[in-house]
């Protein structure tokens, strides 16, 4: 059985930084994708950014240049720094993984697992 685990939610002022982690059990990812989706009050499921064997690392728009994914060759950790955060950042933020080698990244209903997901509040 796959478990998603992530950490390192929590509340932080307007322009501060966070860490996320995710640690993926029961089944290697190291070949496979996996990445953070993120769903703000009221708001759908979206993705926030994803990470590949192959070094692909799809952002969200709203998120390049302040958000990197990360995640250790052949490991099934991935992590995301999170800088410069926005009030419209504020969400439950979920690790991700998919069965896969070829990622339709942005489609929610494509993604195969699922963490429980972790809160971010960004307090303006």
């Known amino acids: 059985q796959v478990q998603l685990v992530e950490s390192g939610g929590g509340l932080v002022q307007t322009g501060g930084s966070l860490r996320l982690s995710c640690a993926a059990s029961?089944?290697?990812?190291?070949?496979?994708?996996m990445g953070w989706y993120r769903q703000p009050p009221g708001q759908e499921r979206e993705l926030v950014a994803g990470?590949?064997?192959?070094?692909?690392?799809p952002y969200a728009d709203s998120v390049k240049g302040r958000f990197t994914i990360a995640r250790q060759d052949g490991s099934n950790v991935a992590t995301l720094n999170m800088n410069d955060l926005k009030a419209e950042d504020s969400g439950v933020y979920f690790c991700?993984?998919?069965?896969?080698?070829?990622?339709?990244?942005?489609?929610?209903?494509?993604?195969?697992?699922w963490g429980q997901g972790t809160q971010v509040t960004v307090d303006w």
């Open positions: 990470v590949i064997q192959t070094g692909l690392t």
């Open positions: 991700v993984g998919w069965r896969s080698y070829v990622v339709n990244w942005r489609d929610r209903n494509e993604v195969d697992y």
């Open positions: 029961g089944r290697t990812f190291s070949s496979y994708a």
